[in-house]
């Protein structure tokens, strides 16, 4: 193997391993929230699939792939 070849295969190993890290932490970030505390919530401000906010943008694929959002168009 080649050194380059082993440098690239070690920079994706670590890219792997650091976004698997940073969605772990993520994850431990996030409170827990009870189901009886989430009802509550939803009847104070209602579900957000019920807002009709044109401006939301899902970081879901933002924490995933790297920061990098993409917006999906309806």
Known sequence: ???????????ETMREV??????????ILIPYIGDDEQRELEVEFGVPADSDDEEVVDLTDWVKNGNQISQKSD
């Open 18 to 27: 650091l976004q698997e890290e940073r969605l772990r932490l993520c994850q």
């Open 1 to 11: 193997m080649e050194v380059s070849e082993l440098k690239v295969l070690i920079k």
